[in-house]
């Protein structure tokens, strides 16, 4: 009987273990859904005349041209813009698979699935892009908390030396008239 009784608590502490686990794993959930709805990932083109910046799940919100890329010509604008936007919703996917295997773990390997895809889809090596997703990582936030955020004062400025207000010289006017 007490065998019994000690393989039931080894099941209860495993059963406890994977809902600590769990949590865990839920508790990241509100940091990871905020880092996707921040998300932006941008490509250039390699003259740099298209830009395309995207976000979560490679919504595309932005798209600017330079002067140079629109003298190009309609065919070439095409080819360039596509190119480009193929590379920045890309960046956008390697970049949702990090945040989201960052928080869950990395046990259905979601960064290699989105490496081996691309690689396919791009006809490059996954090596090629995985060297791009370190490349990739966002520089850390810089630190501002020892600088002043607004600018200077400008030095006090006298103010105004004008006469009565018109309030006040309509005042005087009256009590003037009736002496």
């Known amino acids: 009987m007490a065998g019994?009784?000690?393989?039931l608590v080894a099941e209860f502490e495993r059963f406890q273990a994977g809902i600590r686990d769990a949590d865990d794993r839920?508790?990241?959930?509100?940091?990871?859904?905020?880092?996707?709805?921040?998300?932006?990932?941008?490509?250039?083109?390699?003259?740099?005349?298209?830009?395309?910046?995207?976000?979560?799940?490679?919504?595309?919100?932005?798209?600017?041209?330079?002067?140079?890329?629109?003298?190009?010509?309609?065919?070439?604008l095409s080819a360039t813009l596509l190119a480009t936007l193929r590379e920045a919703v890309g960046e956008a996917a390697r970049r949702q698979a990090v945040i989201v295997e960052e928080s869950m773990g990395d046990d259905l390997g979601l960064v290699?699935?989105?490496?081996?895809?691309?690689?396919?889809?791009?006809?490059?090596t996954v090596e090629e892009l995985r060297s791009k997703l370190t490349a990739e990582q966002p520089a850390a936030p810089e630190d501002f908390s020892e600088q002043r955020v607004l600018r200077p004062a400008d030095p006090p400025t006298a103010p105004p030396t004008a006469g009565p207000s018109a309030g006040d010289r309509f005042l005087r006017n009256l009590f003037d008239e009736e002496d």
């Open 4 to 7: 019994e009784f000690e393989q």
């Open 26 to 76: 839920f508790a990241g959930l509100g940091a990871m859904r905020q880092q996707l709805t921040e998300l932006r990932a941008s490509a250039a083109s390699p003259d740099g005349g298209v830009t395309v910046v995207t976000g979560p799940g490679g919504a595309v919100l932005d798209v600017r041209f330079t002067e140079a890329a629109l003298a190009k010509g309609p065919q070439a």
């Open 112 to 124: 290699e699935q989105v490496l081996e895809t691309q690689a396919v889809a791009f006809g490059t």
